[in-house]
């Protein structure tokens, strides 16, 4: 019998789509059989008592939010000898036409810097929800330049669980016995 897998869950929230997938994430890997703690990055434990650390962050101007940066460089010696899983929330993976896809695929450069310092073996980046109301007539306009055709709750949940079940996958964890359903 394999030893039940330790995961943390951590998550830096600015309107409810990071904290949403992070659940999500959660209850597919407690499904599979892992020892899971979701936590607020405010309220997260250290992660040496984990065999994997998943944090995930709200992105606004390029990176993380500055909780998830902070909980990152108090804890970086320990995360980089942890396995790391990054993933991001923002407008990129939901811009389409030809600057916005490409510009969705790009890891913005403090991002990259984050991952690379804690050598996070992932990162991931998904929509979250953009809401136009309180958006400036330049954001907005900005926004349908690069590609962005919609607002409202603009998560990928298929792509969000292709991305938890190959983390399990690689955790060694069973196939789930249910679907979580996302919300």
Not at 125 to 146: D, N, Q
Not at 148 to 176: E, K, M, N, V
């Amino acid at each position: 019998m394999t030893p039940t897998r330790k995961v943390a869950v951590i998550y830096a929230t600015e309107q409810g789509s990071t904290r949403d997938i992070a659940e999500f994430i959660a209850a597919d890997l407690a499904d599979r059989g892992a020892e899971v703690q979701l936590r607020e990055v405010g309220y997260a434990p250290g992660p040496a008592d984990f065999d994997m650390v998943i944090l995930g962050s709200a992105i606004h101007n390029m990176d993380f939010l500055p909780a998830a940066v902070d909980y990152i460089g108090r804890n970086r010696a320990e995360l980089a000898a942890t396995d790391v899983r990054l993933f991001g929330v923002g407008l990129g993976p939901a811009l389409r036409g030809p600057v916005g896809r490409r510009l969705g695929r790009v890891v913005p450069k403090k991002i990259a810097a984050l991952r690379d310092a804690v050598r996070a073996r992932d990162y991931s980046a998904f929509a979250g929800i953009y809401e136009r109301r309180g958006v400036s007539r330049k954001a907005r306009t900005l926004y349908r330049l690069l590609g962005g055709g919609r607002y409202g709750d603009l998560r990928d949940w298929s792509a969000i669980q292709g991305w938890a079940t190959g983390i399990g996958d690689s955790l060694g964890l069973p196939a789930a016995s249910t679907h979580v359903i996302h919300p």
